[in-house]
């Protein structure tokens, strides 16, 4: 009977054994409990700007395992891990600054908050060339680009922008009244002997923020700079005409689409646009103004702009209203 018992302790002892080995562990501290709070991650994602709006389809990801998750309408987002071992949780969007924390298990917090700085977006753009004709047989040509620039965070350090020819850097400066970061570059600006020397060139328009970190919003190059001059046919040589001149050209034919845009200005310095017409297409070689102007000398220039707003100005030609 006593070796009996002994036998039974001992089949009791080892079954006791075996079952402990494939326990369920279901202490909610215990790191092997696949249902432990401690292996969750989860967390929202958020603008940065106020007020706070969720950002839906950011990448989260988890590091350690190379997990990743998307948040969804209300910007949670929720990853299983595996094992307990702290590491990187990474935040991506195509539209923010991507954004990072280290997680540590032994802190015991895993519920996160990430808000996103936005990249800024850029609203519009333009590059382009100006050639001035002037007397005797002067051409003068220069460069002009203006960028509008949406930045929910409002944290808009500088913007300028970069020849990728050669790295040079040149700082655009804000404009209170059209809302633009706007600049115009003269050859030696660029130090170039000639803009030609820039056609096809790509110019980088890059922000930087007040984090100092810089974003490439945009890019654009040169296409051409307009050496056709319009003569100009009449009045010309201080002709004298009526209060609703007749103004006419002779168009030209540079190869490329175009329309004219004409402008008479005054004669006091500096010269006021007192008339203008834009827009005119490219078979036009004259325009009737439709207002009546005052007795006085002013003088009149046509612009012939392509499709890239690329222009060149006429010599300007001299008349009298009595």
């Not at 700007?49 to 950011?58: E, G, H, V, W």
């Not at 895993?110 to 047989?137: A, G, K």
């Not at 296409?223 to 103004?247: A, C, G, H, Q």
């Amino acid at each position: 009977m006593k070796k009996y018992k002994s036998y039974l302790i001992r089949l009791l002892f080892i079954f006791l054994l075996i079952w402990g080995c494939d326990a369920p562990h279901s202490n909610p501290l215990d790191p092997l409990n696949k249902k432990s709070e401690l292996l969750v991650i989860s967390g929202y994602v958020y603008t940065f700007s106020l007020p706070r709006i969720p950002i839906q389809n950011a990448y989260i990801i988890w590091a350690p395992e190379n997990k990743a998750f998307v948040s969804n309408s209300n910007g949670y987002f929720k990853i299983n891990v595996e094992r307990p071992v702290s590491g990187w949780l990474k935040v991506h969007h195509a539209n923010f600054k991507t954004d990072s924390l280290y997680v540590d298990f032994n802190n015991k917090k895993l519920v996160y908050e990430f808000y996103l700085n936005q990249i800024p977006i850029v609203d519009s753009l333009e590059l382009y060339t100006i050639l001035l004709n002037q007397y005797p047989n002067l051409q003068t040509a220069s460069l002009a680009t203006r960028i509008k620039i949406n930045d929910r965070d409002n944290d808009i350090d500088s913007v300028f922008i970069e020849n990728s020819k050669d790295g040079k850097v040149y700082s655009l400066f804000y404009n209170t009244q059209t809302k633009f970061f706007e600049r115009s570059f003269s050859e030696y600006d660029l130090d170039v002997e000639d803009l030609d020397e820039l056609v096809g060139v790509k110019f980088r328009y890059v922000v930087k923020d007040l984090s100092k970190m810089k974003f490439v919003v945009a890019e654009d190059k040169i296409n051409r700079i307009i050496k056709s001059e319009i003569p100009l046919e009449y009045p010309v040589n201080y002709d004298t005409i009526s209060n609703r001149p007749l103004l006419v050209w002779r168009r030209i034919s540079p190869g490329f689409k175009h329309n004219y845009s004409v402008e008479i200005l005054s004669s006091a310095f500096p010269p006021v646009v007192v008339w203008f017409k834009h827009n005119l297409d490219m078979e036009s070689s004259s325009v009737q103004t439709d207002i009546p102007l005052q007795p006085g000398t002013y003088y009149w220039v046509v612009w012939c702009i392509d499709q890239f707003l690329n222009r060149a100005r006429s010599k300007p030609a001299t008349f009298v209203v009595k």
